[in-house]
C-alpha cells in the first residue's frame, strides 16, 4: 500500500510517517502542501493507495484540495487529520462521501497509534483490487452473465445484542469474484444493476445463497437470522412477495429467519407498488429494516408509513458517537422514537470498544461493525461464532477492557 501524508507543519508530518513506519508501511511519502501531492498525483504511473490530509493548511486547505482529488479522478481511501472543531471535520467528510470519495475517517492531532491502527485495518477493506489502475466501469452485459455463471457471491457480516454478545444474525453482503479483476465491491456494479434492470434478477440470486446458508448453518445447531438487502428497484415487482415466500419455504427455514433491510437509495416513482409489495411481505411474517436510517431518503415518512420491525441507524451517527453531543442527539432521539414504535435497534458502524459501551450504556439492542468482525465468507461463519464465545464475556463485563 503507498500512502501519502500531507501536513503543513513539519513535526506532525514526521511524527505520522514514523508512526506508520511502526505499524509496517514503509512506502510513504510525505507533502509539505497539498499542491505538493496533487503534482505527485499528476505523474504519470504514480498513484496512491491512501492519502492523509491536514484539514488547516496554507495557500490549499484540505477542503479545496478534496475537489481537486476529485477532479483527478482519485479512486484510494481518504483519511482527515485535524485539530479543528469535530463539526468542521464532519462536515468536510460529509462533503468528500457526496463527492464520492472513499473516507475512511478521521484523525485528532495529536494522532494515536491505536486509532491510525484501526483506520489501517479499515483501509485494508477499502483499498481497491487496482489502485493504480483507473476505476473499472463493467458493463451490463458483463453483469449479467457473472449472475448467470454463479460468480456472485456472498461474504456475511455478523450482527451480535448488546446486553449478552449473543450472535443473533448475519447480514449478507454481495461480491463478484472476478476470473480476472479478483473481489471486486458492490459499489463497482450495484449502481450498474439498478441502472439496467437488472437488479432483480440479481437480488434474487443473492436471496437464494443466502437461504441456502442459513439453512445449513441451522443444521449445524446455528440458527442465525439472514438479512438480505433489498432496494426500492426490487419492490416494483407485484410478485416479490410470493417469490421470498417460496424461497423462504424451499430453503426449509421459517419466515422469521428472514430479514429484508429496506434501502431506498432513489426516490420512488410509484410509491403505491412497494407500500403493497412490504405489507404483503409483512403479511407473510418477513421481517423489515430500514437501513441507514438518517441518511438519503431513509427518512420520518418512511416510518409512518411501511410496517418496519427493525430500524438500522447509519454508522455516519454511530461511531464517536460517545464524544460528539450532535450524533449523541441524533442516535439517542433515533433509538428513543423505533422503541416507542416497538422496533428493534441496529446501530451500524461499530469500530471501536468506546463505541461498543457507549451503545450499550443508552439500550441500544444490536450492533455490527469492524470491532465485532469484517465480512466473512460462509465457511468462516461457524469458527467465528466459536471464537467470539470464548472473547465475548469480555465485552460485556466492565470490568474486562
Not at 508501511?25 to 496533487?38: H, K, M, T, W
Not at 486509532?115 to 489501517?120: E, G, H, K, N, T
Not at 471486486?184 to 441502472?195: H, R
Request: net charge negative; glycine share 8%; aromatic share 6%.
Amino acid at each position: 500500500m503507498k500512502i501519502l501524508v500531507i501536513d503543513d507543519e513539519p513535526f506532525v508530518r514526521k511524527l505520522l510517517v514514523h508512526q506508520l513506519g511502526r505499524l509496517g508501511f514503509g512506502r510513504v511519502q510525505p507533502c509539505a502542501s497539498a499542491q505538493e501531492a496533487l503534482s505527485l498525483l499528476g505523474h504519470p504511473g504514480e498513484c496512491a493507495d491512501l492519502i492523509f490530509c491536514d484539514l488547516q493548511m496554507p495557500e490549499m486547505d484540505g477542503v479545496e484540495f478534496v475537489r481537486h482529488l476529485v477532479r483527478v479522478g482519485y479512486a484510494g481511501g481518504l483519511v482527515l487529520v485535524s485539530g479543528e472543531d469535530e463539526r468542521v471535520v464532519q462536515t468536510a467528510a460529509k462533503l468528500a462521501r457526496a463527492h464520492k470519495l472513499k473516507v475512511l475517517g478521521a484523525l485528532n492531532k495529536p494522532v494515536s497509534i491505536d486509532r491510525l491502527r484501526q483506520i489501517l485495518a479499515s483501509a485494508g477493506a477499502h483499498t481497491p483490487a487496482q489502485p493504480c489502475a483507473e476505476r473499472k466501469v463493467y458493463s451490463a452485459e458483463r453483469l449479467r452473465q457473472a449472475i448467470a455463471d454463479g460468480e456472485l457471491i456472498n461474504h456475511y457480516q455478523p450482527k451480535v445484542e448488546l446486553a449478552s454478545g449473543v450472535v443473533t444474525g448475519i447480514e449478507t453482503l454481495v461480491r463478484w469474484q472476478h476470473p480476472q479483476d479478483g473481489l471486486i465491491f458492490p459499489d463497482l456494479f450495484i449502481p450498474t444493476a439498478e441502472e439496467s434492470g437488472l437488479i432483480n434478477e440479481l437480488t434474487r440470486s443473492v436471496l437464494r445463497t443466502a437461504l441456502r446458508h442459513a439453512r445449513a448453518w441451522r443444521d449445524d445447531g446455528l440458527p442465525l437470522q439472514v438479512a438480505v438487502n433489498v432496494s426500492m428497484d426490487n419492490l416494483v415487482s407485484l410478485d416479490f412477495p410470493d417469490f421470498v415466500e417460496r424461497a423462504v419455504s424451499e430453503a426449509g427455514i421459517a419466515a422469521s429467519g428472514l430479514l429484508l433491510e429496506v434501502t431506498e437509495s432513489r426516490l420512488m416513482k410509484d410509491p403505491l407498488t412497494p407500500l403493497e409489495v412490504l405489507a404483503r411481505l409483512r403479511l407473510k411474517r418477513i421481517g423489515l429494516s430500514i437501513d441507514d436510517f438518517g441518511t438519503g431518503h431513509s427518512s420520518l415518512a418512511q416510518l409512518r408509513d411501511i410496517p418496519f420491525s427493525e430500524l438500522k441507524v447509519d454508522r455516519g451517527f454511530v461511531h464517536g458517537a460517545w464524544r460528539d453531543a450532535s450524533l449523541r442527539a441524533i442516535l439517542e432521539a433515533s433509538l428513543g422514537m423505533a422503541r416507542q414504535l416497538g422496533m428493534k435497534t441496529v446501530a451500524e458502524g461499530v469500530e471501536d470498544r468506546e463505541d461498543w459501551d457507549f451503545l450499550r450504556t443508552i439500550g441500544c439492542e444490536l450492533a455490527q461493525g469492524w470491532f465485532i468482525s469484517k465480512a466473512l465468507p460462509p465457511e468462516q461463519i461457524p469458527d467465528w461464532i466459536a471464537d467470539w464465545e470464548v472473547r465475548r464475556s469480555t465485552f460485556i463485563d466492565p470490568g474486562s477492557r
